[in-house]
C-alpha cells in the first residue's frame, strides 16, 4: 500500500560530518514537509515543497541545512557540517492539499551526532 | 502561552476505560490533525476534521469551532492505544501549510 519511505531510519555520525536524508512521498502527493522532533522541542517545521518548489523553510537553520527536491519522487535534507543539536528524528511527510489535506507521515530517520 | 494545548500530559488507564484527550487552541485554524505516535514509532494520521465529528472503530472525534476545542475519544480501550497522541492545527494566520504541533499527550493502558 501506498506510504512515505525514509532512509536511512538511524543514523550515528560524527561532529562534522555531513548527513543526507532521503524521503520518497507517496506517488501523487504534491506537497512535502520535513519535520524535526527533539524531547525538548516537540515536532518543528523545517521546510514545505508544494510541486517541488520550497514553500517555506524559514524553520530550517540556513547556515548548515539544505532541503531540495529534484524530482517528484525525491525529497533531500542535508546537514553539512552536523552538530550534537541535530540529534533528533527528522521526519518526512506529504499530502494533496497544503490547507485541508491529510498528512501522511514516513517512518522517520533518527540521527544521532556524536 | 503555546498556540496548541493538550490536556492531560500524562493518562493511565485500565483496559476496557473510556478515554478523553482535550485540545485547545487559540488561533484560526482551517483544519484540525489527530496523530498518533507509538514508542520509538512513526506518526499515524487518525484525524483531520475542520468541524462536527468522525469516527473510526473505537475512535472518535469531535471539535468546536466556536469554542477552539477539539476532543479525542477512545472507546473500550486496549493496551495496543497506548502511545503518545497529538493535537496540530493548520494556522491560518501562520499560512495554512504549516502545522503548530501541541505537545503530545502520553497515554498508557494496562492489562
Known amino acids: 500500500d501506498a506510504r512515505v519511505t525514509q532512509t536511512p531510519r538511524h543514523k550515528v555520525t560524527e561532529m562534522g560530518q555531513e548527513v543526507t536524508m532521503r524521503c520518497q512521498p507517496i506517488l501523487g502527493h504534491n506537497t512535502v514537509f520535513w519535520y524535526r522532533q527533539t524531547m525538548m522541542q516537540g515536532l518543528e517545521l523545517l521546510a514545505y515543497f508544494r510541486n517541488r518548489a520550497p514553500l517555506d523553510d524559514s524553520g530550517m537553520p540556513k547556515d548548515r541545512f539544505s532541503a531540495e527536491m529534484p524530482d517528484a519522487t525525491l525529497a533531500t535534507l542535508k546537514i553539512q557540517p552536523s552538530e550534537p543539536r541535530d540529534s533528533a528524528v527528522y521526519f518526512c511527510a506529504s499530502g494533496l492539499s497544503p490547507r485541508t489535506g491529510e498528512l501522511f507521515f514516513g517512518e522517520g530517520s533518527r540521527l544521532t551526532v556524536l | 502561552k503555546n498556540e496548541v494545548e493538550q490536556s492531560p500530559q500524562n493518562l493511565t488507564a485500565q483496559e476496557g476505560e473510556f478515554i478523553t484527550i482535550n485540545c485547545s487552541y487559540s488561533?484560526?485554524?482551517?483544519?484540525l490533525h489527530w496523530l498518533q505516535q507509538h514508542p520509538g514509532g512513526g506518526i499515524v494520521s487518525l484525524f483531520m476534521?475542520?468541524?462536527g465529528k468522525k469516527k473510526h472503530g473505537r475512535l472518535i472525534a469531535t471539535i468546536n469551532i466556536q469554542e477552539k476545542h477539539s476532543s479525542l475519544h477512545i472507546t473500550a480501550s486496549h493496551p495496543r492505544d497506548s502511545a503518545v497522541y497529538i493535537c496540530?492545527?493548520?494556522?491560518?494566520?501562520?499560512?495554512?501549510?504549516?502545522?503548530?504541533f501541541g505537545q503530545g499527550t502520553r497515554l498508557t493502558i494496562n492489562p
Open positions: 488561533v484560526g485554524i482551517s483544519a
Open positions: 476534521l475542520s468541524s
Open positions: 496540530a492545527v493548520r494556522s491560518t494566520s501562520q499560512g495554512a501549510q504549516k502545522l503548530v
